[in-house]
């Protein structure tokens, strides 16, 4: 595996320091095997950092907040890198994780394959 850019490493660090509300939110419901499965945030792959990523099943977790509005185009070229390395993504606004933190934690089991 190639090395990891440092300067990703550090700016990975600090967005794991400011993250969005969603962010923060899935967090709590993520951490310490949550869902049965250990998910790290803020993940440098590649040349791009994932919010989340849970390795054992090869998932990508993105939270996109209002800034993603205007990087649709950025996200599809991302998606298409991680899906040709294997990974599944999954992609949800910031506000669904807000107001349907359940919803959004059930797709993650279904798409994980995981007993509810």
């Known amino acids: 595996m190639p090395k990891q850019d440092p300067e990703l ?12 509300k ?55 070229r991302r998606d298409r890198w991680f899906r040709s390395k294997g990974w599944t993504v999954i992609r949800g606004w910031d506000d669904d994780v807000l107001e349907n933190r359940d919803g959004v934690l059930e797709l993650i089991r279904t798409t994980l394959g995981l007993e509810p």
């Not at 490493?9 to 969005?20: G, L, S």
């Open 22 to 76: 969603g962010e923060n939110e899935l967090w709590w419901s993520l951490r310490g095997r949550g869902l049965g499965v250990k998910f790290r945030r803020q993940v440098p792959i590649g040349t791009y950092i994932a919010d989340f990523a849970c390795f054992s099943h090869r998932t990508i977790l993105e939270v996109d907040g209002v800034t993603h509005d205007f990087q649709e185009i950025n996200d599809q």
């Open 9 to 20: 490493t550090v700016f990975a660090r600090d967005m794991r320091k400011d993250p969005t």
